[in-house]
């Protein structure tokens, strides 16, 4: 589910004149710093957010949501540190309020005390590159997998969720487990892969 | 089930439960172990937070969030006491997702009583809309976003955005975007009109629910047909592939359930620069088909007669080979 919301009026009517290229310019500003935080800031509000909703799409909604309320209410005056403290409060009311909604049978969650404490720890991570930089060495040394197997990581994490597991599966005529077992295993060699490119770049 | 003990491939096993819990994939027992190994293990908790953070990286990596900030301006030229006048109305809207329907702007209300004769004549449009939807004869669509211009991309640092808007109706794919290619492709090749067109990968699609100038949706009709035209450029490394249809989406993801009403495939002779298309959808007689695509067991058979089309445009080219479309346009070609 997408979300949006108008950053003005939309009944407003502006002069043709310089007001309106003064007032264009200040929410260009506004936009263009909430851009740069809210993309440093992404990672670890979803990281933060898994702690308490681990599924795909809840999970999706959840991190738009706090997008939103960060835009809205988010301190862009004050830095990418204050800005990412804000938003991983709000994170923390979000998946909490999310974790509510969902029924018990259908989804796997951590106890409250656990998934709180996980989300404490994704807080305090301190990772030795920005997320730029990370998802930028994922990405290459995603590009050096086979093709088969860049085709299973962008089925497991593109938009269509496990049901995309699950439709590969049945067209391969392997197991839901044998697809999950292949899929831990990418996940060691592209840790290990973007270890070594951040450590040593090429 | 899951087999004790268990290890990841570095010998973790709070990090191997961890894994299985995210996938889904653990039982009560395992979800036990793990929530007692993250209550009483510090370190075991900070690996699952790093392993978050990276499942976080990989999301970003694989299917990377959109942030999109479209702005639309309606300029008004009119008179005012007399004198030349210019009026801009300007909407700004902010979205978060994969994609959305953009947000009008809206016009003034009306006084009450022209709000009345208003509300008249669009129930008299919409019983006139509804006897055409109901009649024999076929719509005529109206592509919206036609030429991609509706988003400004000057504000996009890369040039480049997954969210194509009016064409990911049900489904979407990191294999299509949408791109100013002067700027993606380093000046070797520019839109053929305005700045920004639709780029495919193989594998990419682009999809839209048809409208007529009415916005109510084009129904199937037998006997009804179509031409599809637009201009296309590859990037030289084919064979290129153009698969279009009409279709009835029954169901999208993850439960899809998509008939074909009719399909062409246009086979693509690479050439430099941008080279018109053309594509004709003759809808038979017979409408009544099975699924030609699903993600679901059942296969039930449709008459899709009177139900809403769907023009889908895909790439099946070569792997890694890239198309360009731009200034897109489908008609109805009445004998």
Redesign the interface.
């Known amino acids: ?8 009026d ?7 004149g310089g007001d ?1 290229a003064v007032a ?1 310019g200040e ?2 500003l506004r ?2 710093c909430f ?1 740069e935080f ?2 440093g800031a ?3 509000v ?3 957010l ?2 308490f909703v ?2 795909g799409g809840i999970l ?1 909604d959840c ?2 949501e706090v ?2 309320v960060a ?1 809205k209410k988010g301190p862009l005056d004050k830095g990418s540190h204050d800005f990412l403290h804000h938003a991983l409060a709000c994170a923390r009311h979000i998946g909490m309020a999310a974790r509510r909604k969902i029924r018990a049978d259908r ?2 969650l ?2 409250p ?2 998934a709180g ?2 989300a404490d ?2 807080a ?2 301190d ?1 030795v590159a920005g ?1 730029s930089d ?2 930028l060495a ?2 290459q040394c ?1 590009g050096r997998l086979s ?1 088969d197997q860049q085709a299973l ?2 089925r497991r ?8 597991l ?2 590969e599966a049945r067209r391969s005529g392997k197991s839901i ?1 044998t697809l ?1 077992k292949r ?3 990418l ?2 060699l ?2 290990d892969c ?1 270890t070594r490119q951040l450590n040593h770049p090429e | 089930m899951n087999p004790a003990p268990l290890k ?3 010998g973790d096993e709070a990090s191997a439960l961890f ?8 039982d009560d027992a395992g ?1 036990q172990r ?2 007692q190994l ?2 009483d293990d ?1 370190d075991a ?2 690996r ?3 392993q ?14 959109e ?1 999109e ?1 479209l ?1 639309t301006r309606q300029v008004v030229l009119g008179k005012k006491d007399g004198l030349p006048s ?15 329907t953009p ?1 009008a ?2 016009p ?1 209300k009306p006084p009450a009583l022209r709000r009345y004769l208003w509300l008249g004549g669009a129930l008299a449009a919409a019983a006139a809309g509804w006897l055409w939807f109901r009649g024999p004869h076929p719509a005529a669509p109206v592509l919206k976003n036609p030429g991609f211009e509706t988003t400004d991309l000057s ?1 996009n640092p890369t040039g480049n955005t997954y969210a194509l808007i009016e064409w990911q109706d049900y489904f ?1 794919t ?1 294999n299509a975007e949408l791109c100013e290619p002067g700027r993606v492709t380093g000046g070797k090749i520019f839109a053929k009109s305005g700045r920004n067109v639709a780029r495919l990968l193989t594998g990419g699609h682009l999809t839209q629910r048809l409208h007529d100038e009415n916005g109510m949706p084009v129904p199937a009709r037998s006997g009804a047909r179509y031409v599809l035209s637009g201009w296309l450029h590859t990037d030289g490394t084919g064979p290129h592939v153009l698969r279009t249809a009409l279709r009835v989406v029954a169901s999208g ?3 899809m359930i998509q008939y074909e009403a009719v399909h062409q495939k246009l086979d693509i002779t690479p050439q430099p620069g941008w080279q018109p298309f053309l594509i004709e959808f003759n809808l038979p007689d017979d409408l009544q088909r099975t699924p030609s695509d699903v ?1 679901v067991p059942e296969r039930p058979l449709l008459d899709l007669e009177g139900r809403e089309l769907t023009l889908s445009i895909d790439s099946r080219g070569h ?1 890694g080979s890239v198309l360009y479309l731009d200034d897109l346009s489908l008609e109805r070609n009445d004998p």
């Open positions: 589910m997408a979300h949006s919301l108008s950053i003005a939309p009944s407003d009517r502006l002069p043709a309106t264009a929410v260009a936009m263009q851009a809210w993309q992404r990672p670890s979803r990281a933060y898994a702690s681990p599924d999706d991190v738009q997008a939103l835009w989804l796997n951590l106890a005390d656990v404490s996980l720890s994704v305090t991570l990772p997320p990370r998802v994922l990405r995603i093709a990581i962008r994490y593109g938009d269509e969720g496990s049901a995309a699950a439709e487990d999950y899929l831990e295993r996940r060691g592209l840790r973007v | 990841s491939p570095d894994a299985r819990f995210l996938d889904q994939r653990l979800m793990l929530e993250l209550r510090p908790r900070g699952c937070a790093e978050l953070l990276f499942e976080a990286d990989l999301k970003d990596a694989v299917d990377p969030g942030l900030w702005e210019l009026e801009i109305r300007r909407n700004q809207e902010l979205r978060v997702g994969p994609r959305a947000k702007v809206e003034p504000l979407s990191p993801r993850p439960a993600t792997e």
